[in-house]
T-cell receptor, first 115, second 115 residues
Framework: GDSVTQMEGPVTLSEEAFLTINCTYT??????LFWYVQYPGEGLQLLLK?????DKGSNKGFEATYRKETTSFHLEKGSVQVSDSAVYFC??????????????FGQGTILTVHP | NAGVTQTPKFQVLKTGQSMTLQCAQD?????MYWYRQDPGMGLRLIYY???????DKGEVPNGYNVSRLNKREFSLRLESAAPSQTSVYFC??????????????FGPGTRLTVL
């Protein structure tokens, strides 16, 4: 079945540092890929998405590129802020069979940014 | 426009007690979902409803039942709570299931503890 693997966390950075959170996936066909963010005490919010190979999703300074050859969708930000402290989830939406349209999530990566 | 709302926000149960978690959305979405979130495991799909009048099992349905009361409301019931059901429960909705662009919108969550 479909699966998503995120880099082990937690990740701790200083303000203005560069962020990378790795995400790789296993799926049949051509899934859509997502990054969701969960701020403390809140539900998940969509951060960005990409629906086909080589698409780049971007939002709030975050970027991720859909790489089919490496089955990856790594999240990056050039300069993090304290307000970026949250849990980040990589997810895919299945493209075929019983997984069609359903979201499969990675385990989440806790990011803490210090001033 | 409240989006997805969930009640209650917190609940403590004793083993064997029953309860119903309520979820409502005001975005006229066709599809609704229930997830549980456990540390280090991301979100796992319990049940979903592709459209009003239909419900289907997700990845971890045992011990739960659901009701799609109408297009807006989707409830999750624990008939006999067990400590293993201690978790944070999220409801989500999307325009429709049958799309690989399945962006889901999440509620704020219900934190359930079973003693």
């Amino acid at each position: 079945g479909d699966s998503v693997t995120q880099m082990e966390g937690p990740v701790t950075l200083s303000e203005e540092a560069f962020l990378t959170i790795n995400c790789t996936y296993t799926a049949t066909g051509y899934p859509s890929l997502f990054w969701y963010v969960q701020y403390p005490g809140e539900g998940l919010q969509l951060l960005l998405k990409a629906t086909k190979a080589d698409d780049k999703g971007s939002n709030k300074g975050f970027e991720a590129t859909y790489r089919k050859e490496t089955t990856s969708f790594h999240l990056e930000k050039g300069s993090v802020q304290v307000s970026d402290s949250a849990v980040y989830f990589c997810a895919l939406s299945g493209a075929g069979g019983t997984s069609y349209g359903k979201l499969t999530f990675g385990q989440g990566t806790i990011l803490t940014v210090h001033p | 426009n409240a989006g997805v709302t969930q009640t209650p926000k917190f609940q403590v149960l004793k083993t064997g007690q029953s309860m119903t978690l309520q979820c409502a959305q005001d975005m006229n979405h066709n599809s609704m979902y229930w997830y549980r979130q456990d540390p280090g495991m991301g979100l796992r799909l319990i049940y979903y409803s592709a459209s009003e009048g239909t419900t289907d099992k997700g990845e971890v349905p045992n011990g739960y039942n659901v009701s799609r009361l109408n297009k807006r409301e989707f409830s999750l019931r624990l008939e006999s709570a067990a400590p293993s059901q201690t978790s944070v429960y999220f409801c989500a909705s999307s325009v429709r299931l049958a799309s690989s662009y399945n962006e889901q919108f999440f509620g704020p969550g219900t934190r359930l503890t079973v003693l």
